[in-house]
Nanobody, 122 residues
């Protein structure tokens, strides 16, 4: 049973930064990803990484501000977010897939965490 537990969300002022964590257990996944869902909007891809290769992929809208990384020893994937904007406000979800990463499509991921709320005030 794959379990993904996100943490690190919160309320932050515009221009600030956050680091989200996703602790994974019981998995044989290679692809890990972060998605986000704002109120009234579809869940969208943010960033993805391969456990084995460390290769990454990003949505164009977050390139340069978001960095995904992994710590294989801790079975944890991180999402560093810089220069936060009010439009980054969303629930951020961690996802995993046994397919080779990085993956960018929601349907490619089989397992999901419960999400962590990020709220950016202006």
């Amino acid at each position: 049973q794959v379990q993904l537990v996100e943490s690190g969300g919160g309320l932050v002022q515009a221009g600030g930064s956050l680091r989200l964590s996703c602790a994974a257990s019981g998995h044989t996944s290679d692809a890990m990803g972060w998605f986000r869902q704002a109120p009234g909007k579809e869940r969208e891809f943010v960033a993805g990484i391969s456990w084995s290769a460390g290769s990454t992929a990003y949505a164009d809208s977050v390139k340069g501000r978001f960095t995904i990384s992994r710590d294989n020893a801790k079975n944890t994937v991180y999402l560093q977010i810089l220069s936060l904007k009010p439009e980054d406000t969303a629930v951020y979800y961690c996802a995993a897939s046994p397919l080779l990463g990085p993956l960018t499509k929601r349907y490619e991921y089989d397992f999901w965490g419960q999400g962590t709320q990020v709220t950016v005030s202006s």
